[in-house]
């Protein structure tokens, strides 16, 4: 069950700054909530996006996604299903090579999701438990995917996506990996 006060007829909500409902809701059966809520970030504040976790639980409260947990996941679950891994983030490095970012607030509010089908038929044999299940995954990598591309000259989630590769290739170390994703910092 999820906490009723910001899981409303299928949909999540923030209640402060301003109280308002996400622009897509994906409940991920019963063990999480995404929501997109507006975000404000330059170049384009109005398509911009922030995405929120709701964790099962009455008293639970939504939390903005920091970059490091889907990072930290993927190199977690890559322990266990290395080749799945690199083969997920090779489908999400070529799917942002080929997305078109969304071109208006309107475009992005009626917007239906392209990788969660592929994800899931290849990918949901993927479970650790405590992690954040496959299909969770497909929003996160998506939307992120799509907000990025529309930020000229940002390239921090792209080079994300290429390094959890790399260490789940060994080829990386997790240290750098984490600083990238927590400290926007590369070395």
């Known amino acids: 069950m999820y906490n009723p006060k910001y899981y409303i ?10 109280k308002t409902s996400a622009i897509q809701t994906y409940t991920i059966g019963d063990e999480l909530v995404i929501g997109i809520f507006q975000g ?6 109005e398509l911009d996006i922030k995405i929120k976790i709701l964790l099962p639980g009455e008293q639970a409260k939504p939390f903005l996604l920091p970059h490091e947990s ?3 996941d993927l190199i977690i679950k890559a322990q266990i299903y290395r080749e799945d891994i690199i083969s997920l983030l090779d489908y999400y490095i070529d799917f942002y090579a080929n997305c078109t970012p969304f071109a208006s ?7 239906k999701m392209r990788t969660e ?4 038929e290849h990918f949901s044999h993927i479970i650790i438990p405590g992690s954040l299940p496959i299909p969770g995954i497909a929003v996160i990598l998506e939307y992120l995917s799509l907000n990025e591309k ?8 792209h080079l994300l996506l290429e390094w959890v590769k790399d260490a789940a290739k060994g080829q990386r170390s997790f240290m750098s990996v ?3 994703a927590a400290r926007h910092q590369e070395f």
């Open 9 to 18: 007829g299928e949909r999540l909500w923030q209640l402060a700054r301003p």
């Open 105 to 111: 607030p309107d475009d992005r509010s009626i917007y």
């Open 40 to 45: 404000g970030k330059e170049p384009h504040p």
């Open 178 to 180: 984490l600083n990238l």
């Open 117 to 120: 089908t592929y994800v899931r």
């Open 70 to 72: 889907w990072a930290m």
């Open 150 to 157: 529309r930020a000229e000259g940002a390239h921090q989630f």
